[in-house]
């Protein structure tokens, strides 16, 4: 995670735009979220890696719907008050859809991701003790 983190360390968009890092400048992720500056490859892949090291490209290996749940869930990892409150979120997310559409099966792959936001959640969260930062 390191100084940088802010919510968007693991994501990674790699577009054709002729952007690089050195130009300081970033790319928006799902819904216009800004990301950190990218690496050029691929257009418009994205890819999210957990911090267990297991990549995930969006756009193949997840549905609409879930994509639009994992949309709601950055949001949560990074404003709820814990774990408990980030897993009440997920699972009414699944249970409301995309769109009201009605409830959602998480995959495999949503669950690995959720699991990894959960422990971001965590250390977001844990006290900090005098002398560690």
Request: proline share 7%.
């Amino acid at each position: 995670m390191g100084a940088a983190y802010h919510g968007f360390s693991q994501w990674h968009r790699l577009p054709a735009c002729g952007l690089s890092p050195a130009r300081g400048r970033c790319h928006y992720g799902p819904s216009g979220w800004a990301l950190p500056p990218c690496r050029l490859k691929d257009a418009e892949t994205m890819i999210y890696t957990t911090q267990s090291g297991e990549s995930f490209d969006l756009e193949k290996d997840f549905s609409s719907p879930e994509r639009h749940i994992l949309q709601k869930l950055l949001i949560w990892k990074d404003m709820a008050a814990g774990v408990e409150e980030f897993r009440l979120k997920k699972r009414e997310a699944l249970q409301k859809g995309w769109g009201d559409s009605g409830p959602i099966q998480a995959s495999r792959n949503l669950e690995s991701i959720t699991r990894d936001f959960e422990v971001q959640v965590v250390l977001r969260v844990r006290p900090v003790k005098p002398g560690q930062e």
